[in-house]
């Protein structure tokens, strides 16, 4: 679908009303789905993302530990999300046990780039990743350039993109 960056990580209307978005999605869909495609997609359902450099969610404390942080959650939060709930309830408690122990607590994780490095990179990156995608899907090997560049991210020490 959609993964557009947010400049700053404000969030806008692209991420909510991404109409292109949604056709791709739908043309993905039906792809995918062949047999299903007569059936009439009548709504579109968008909204950001918190990617993380390594995928993972990641729980820490900031303020002398005043505050409890999770971030992280790469779009696939449901799942995630009742375990960084468990660990937050714990760290606010003060508890001791396992689960505050967990290698995604303790830390922020890895950080992207500062603006607007951060943004232009992920636009130019996302861009190459969706054409590589399209071409592949069309079975065409994508060019070498374009092959490279969807590289980069892993080369720079995130789990972003394709490793070959």
Not at 7 to 23: C, L, M, N, Q
Not at 29 to 42: A, I, K, M, S
Not at 135 to 163: C, D, F, I, K, N
């Amino acid at each position: 679908g959609g993964g557009r960056p947010g400049y700053g990580g404000r969030i806008g209307p692209s991420f909510t009303a991404d109409v292109p978005a949604a056709r791709r999605a739908a043309y993905t869909f039906r792809w995918l789905f062949p047999q299903l495609r007569d059936v009439r997609l009548t709504e579109m359902w968008g909204g950001p993302i918190d990617v993380s450099p390594d995928h993972l969610p990641h729980v820490w404390s900031a303020h002398g530990g005043r505050v409890h942080v999770a971030t992280g959650y790469s779009g696939n939060g449901v799942a995630p999300s009742h375990l960084v709930g468990r660990i937050l309830a714990a760290r606010i408690a003060g508890s001791d046990e396992p689960i505050v122990r967990l290698a995604i607590v303790g830390r922020p994780g890895p950080r992207f780039p500062p603006e607007p490095m951060r943004h232009i990179g992920a636009r130019v990156i996302r861009a190459a990743m969706v054409r590589r995608e399209d071409a592949e899907e069309e079975g065409r090997r994508a060019a070498w350039a374009l092959r490279l560049l969807t590289r980069v991210p892993r080369w720079l020490g995130y789990r972003l993109g394709p490793s070959d």
